[in-house]
């Protein structure tokens, strides 16, 4: 499908903000998330971007593949510095965007003391993490993101010891409880989505967050023409669940009726490649179990006091 | 809050952290990103005074980490506008890795560090340690030795770092406690001759979706040396505009610093030469009065920029001396102390001396500098004070 074509049935800009050309692997998930969140923000906007994947495949001097202002500091501080660029913005009285982006080390790991600080504060910015389970630029180690029995170069799957040992941070949680303004989980299979949420994103007024399932074919072994199909598997099977918390009350926007077995998503991995059938179950029993509690909270409407 | 009255245009009784607070305050930075540390805190306690007052028309950025002011301060700055942080010690040790960030990406911010010793034993009193430890991040370093000099320097600091000659962030390093804490006379300009003398940000380049650029971006084997020798060159040339400006402000405010660069008192006929840093020269003018009266021709050269390194003017205010001591306030453990070995290496053919003194706060007395002039070309390496 041609570009244009494409976004015209998406509705989305059909300006490119981040440009071909860049040198991401085959099926990189998270250049594609940076293709549709620069759409969504478009034109006024200013990029505070940490070490990571996308910044190095993009930024390549004297190359760039952003059409948009884009700074890039260090890996922990992008919040920090996307905090300095509001406080900036409200000097000159311009009402620009502020986007930060991150991997999931830049946001679960490392970035996490600034992401705090910038959310506590109140700095009217947009964060998006893509969240492709590890540190992928330096060759797939385990992050704070990553699943229980992924295999990492960190993790490997051993006679011993079978991949990470402990499950995923709740970074949503986290975030919805520092009193962001806006919390939502997104995944590159439901594109038009992802758009949306960014969108509304930007559009409240303080600290917002989202969350970005951002499949990588170099981490997760799967042929590069499977991402957005692995993507909509990790929806569908309920491990991606997508949601928003606005205001301390979680809404799904996507909510799944027929879960899939996990299985099906977990065996298009090689990274899942060697799991033994009690640890599918465990992982099947630990989806179910965040399933079931992620529609008990929205059954209860507020779970998360608003911080005012 | 007792909120502290200045009286502009007139001489107060105040510390140096007010001194160098109110010399930032003049130059009407418009964001501010400051974590507190010992002995830093006055001066931002000042900043947030004037800010809270509606004194200082600015934002102030209470951040969560020194990690994290520095790195505000990088998108402050880079967004276009006129910005400041401030440290100590661990602080600024925390900032190690921004620092070389901010003058890569050549962004002219400017940040007072209350200088205090690094830990462990953690220490929060004064020696040079934690600024010479960051002496290679491309930072212009700029120490001074009185409270009119802090509040005289922070002026100069913005002119010096933001001329498109320089884009480079700069330092202010000054004794913590020391200075900080001590009050002395300091003359305080009036506003409307700051305003005279410095310039609005003009800054070189900027984010701003009108004309988008794509700052910090990756440099691979193939430009990173010459973005590196680019970075080195603008370093070694800010020397002359640290000069020019020093030039420029007396002129306009009657008070000078030397040449910008170094300061010296006694050295022209001077046998015996003590090079010092920061505060310790007040002690070492004294020394050197007394020492005369005895009949020892000494003189004391007071490095003021220790980066850009003043090498020209450092040889030639050394040029008739036989020796030189030099009081390092800081110990690059397991060599020297830093200035003593940069000393060295510039003044091949003169005896050098290196006197380590002062560190964590330990007293730099009278005769601790007496007995350095007297040792001064027959010792290497040798601690004082201990």
């Not at chain 1, 034109?43 to 952003?66: F, K, Q, R």
């Not at chain 1, 969108?199 to 409240?204: F, I, S, T, W, Y």
């Not at chain 1, 023409?225 to 598997?233: F, R, V, W």
């Not at chain 1, 090689?270 to 799991?275: A, Q, T």
């Amino acid at each position: 499908m041609g570009g244009n074509l494409m976004n015209k049935i998406l509705g989305m800009d059909r300006k490119e903000y981040f440009m071909k050309g860049h040198n991401a692997c085959n099926g990189c998930g998270p250049a594609i998330i940076m293709r549709i969140i620069t759409k969504a923000a478009g034109p006024d906007t200013i990029i505070a971007h940490a070490t990571g994947c996308m910044e190095v495949v993009s930024t390549l001097y004297p190359n760039t593949a952003w059409k948009l202002p884009w700074i890039h500091a260090n890996f922990e501080n992008a919040a920090a510095v996307g905090a300095g660029i509001e406080t900036a913005l409200k000097r000159l009285k311009k009402k620009t965007k502020v986007l930060v982006i991150a991997g999931d080390g830049g946001t679960y790991d490392i970035g996490l003391q600034a992401l705090s600080g910038a959310v506590e504060r109140g700095h009217d910015l947009l964060f998006v993490c893509y969240d492709n389970e590890a540190y992928a630029n330096t060759g797939v180690q385990r992050s704070g993101a990553t699943p229980k029995f992924a295999d990492t170069t960190s993790t490997p799957y051993g006679k011993k010891v079978h991949g990470k040992t402990q499950n995923r941070k709740p970074i949503e949680f986290i975030m919805a409880a520092h009193g962001a303004k806006y919390v939502a989980t997104a995944a590159i299979g439901y594109y038009n989505d992802l758009h949306d949420k960014v969108k509304k994103g930007l559009a409240v007024k303080g600290p917002a967050f989202i969350k970005v399932h951002a499949p990588c074919t170099l981490g997760w072994k799967y042929p590069y023409d499977k991402t957005i199909e692995i993507s909509k598997l990790a929806v569908q099977t309920g491990l991606a669940p997508l949601y928003e918390i606005v205001d301390g009350e979680l809404k799904f926007t996507k909510k799944v009726g027929n879960r899939l077995p996990v299985i099906k998503y977990l065996g298009m991995q090689g990274r899942y490649k060697k799991l033994a059938k009690k640890e599918v179950e465990e992982i099947q029993d630990y989806c179910d179990e965040h399933y079931k509690f992620l529609l008990s909270l929205e059954k209860k409407g507020r779970v998360f006091p608003r911080i005012f | 809050m007792a909120f502290v009255k200045f009286k502009y245009g007139k001489t107060n009784v105040i510390s140096g952290s007010d001194a160098i607070a109110i010399g930032i305050k003049l130059a009407r930075p418009e964001v501010l990103s400051v974590y507190p540390i010992t002995p830093q805190t006055i001066i931002a306690e000042r900043l947030a005074q004037f800010v809270n007052n509606g004194e200082l028309d600015a934002e102030m950025i209470r951040v969560e980490g020194e990690h994290s002011a520095i790195s505000a301060a990088i998108g402050s700055q880079a967004t276009g506008v006129r910005t400041i942080s401030a440290t100590s010690s661990q602080g600024l040790a925390l900032m190690h890795e921004v620092l070389f960030t901010v003058s890569g990406m050549r962004l002219p911010i400017i940040m007072p560090v209350a200088n205090r010793a690094l830990s462990a034993p953690i220490n929060i009193w004064n020696d040079h340690q934690d600024s010479i430890s960051q002496r290679d991040a491309g930072w212009i370093q700029l120490y001074v030795e009185s409270g009119q000099e802090a509040l005289d320097t922070a002026i100069q600091a913005f002119k010096i770092g933001e001329d498109h000659e320089v884009l480079l962030p700069v330092m202010i390093c000054l004794d913590g406690f020391q200075l900080t804490h001590v009050y002395e006379p300091v003359n305080i300009p009036s506003q409307k001759l700051v305003d005279s003398f410095l310039p609005k940000y003009n800054p070189f380049f900027k984010l701003d979706p009108k004309k988008p650029v794509t700052m910090g971006p990756v440099g691979g084997p193939d430009s990173y040396m010459e973005l590196r020798k680019d970075l080195h060159e603008a370093m070694l040339n800010s020397a002359k505009i640290i000069k020019k400006v020093n030039d420029e402000f007396a002129k306009k405010f009657g008070r000078s610093y030397g040449d910008g660069l170094i300061e010296t008192y006694k050295s022209k006929d001077a046998e015996t030469l003590v090079i010092c840093i920061g505060g310790v020269a007040s002690t070492a003018r004294e020394v050197i009065d007394d020492l005369r009266k005895k009949g020892l021709k000494a003189g004391m050269v007071r490095i003021k920029c220790y980066r850009p390194f003043p090498s020209a003017s450092l040889e030639k205010a050394c040029v008739n001396a036989k020796n030189v001591a030099v009081i390092d306030r800081n110990i690059s453990l397991g060599a020297s102390g830093a200035v003593y070995n940069e000393v060295k290496a510039l003044l091949p053919k003169k005896k050098v001396s290196g006197f380590i003194m002062g560190l964590g706060g330990r007293d730099v007395k009278k005769e601790h500098i007496a007995y350095a002039i007297k040792k001064a070309g027959k010792k290497v390496v040798e601690w004082v004070g201990i």
